[in-house]
């Protein structure tokens, strides 16, 4: 490389299992695939220092070692939006319902009610709530705790895989107007944007 530092990429694959453009009525197909096929061809090909930030929990085993692996699943899973609604919805009924529960046929009859008023609760009205929610706290996020390890001012590019990444790219582009940060996925640096 000629002494030269090598340009530094950043894929942001905040949720793997969705596309940047579904088609109406098809189930979004799982890119982790295209997003380590990508990833490595940058560290491989490019000799670019690759650092890939997901939310996605598994699914990384065949990605490159040489790519740096940003995880921001736990600290989704810390957050206290996801744990007050399952303190609301399953725990404070479940306490409530517990004594009556073990009693007898009734008791049983419901529990099993409250288990599926929170399996409702959950699905139709928290899960539609969080899915707009998410994109915004996983930015939030990634900007607290990821950005103390990777510098903006020195990454070359930043590759956009799926639509809750957009907000986190959105205010990194806001924060750096000369970063390029782009949904192409072209398998070169000198790329246009």
Sequence with gaps: MNGAQAPRVLIVAMDPGLT????????????YGRII?????FA?????????????????????ERVRLHRLDRAEAGHPLPWLEHTLVVRLPRIVVLPVARRGRRGARLDRARITASRHVHRRLFVPFYRHV?????????????????????????????????????????????????TRQ????????
Excluded: C, Y
């Design 20 to 31: 940047m453009d579904p088609k109406p009525n098809v189930k979004p197909i799982r890119q």
């Design 37 to 41: 096929g990508l990833a490595g061809h």
């Design 44 to 64: 491989a090909e490019e000799g670019a220092r690759v650092e890939l930030l997901t939310a996605g929990s598994d699914g990384w085993d065949e990605l490159d």
């Design 134 to 182: 998410r994109p915004l706290l996983l930015a939030r996020i990634a900007r607290r705790r990821v950005l103390r390890d990777i510098d903006p001012a020195g990454l070359a590019r930043v590759i956009v895989m799926d639509r809750t990444s957009v907000p986190f790219a959105r205010w990194l582009a806001r924060r750096n107007p000369g970063l390029i940060v782009t």
């Design 186 to 193: 072209t398998k070169s640096l000198d790329a246009e944007p």
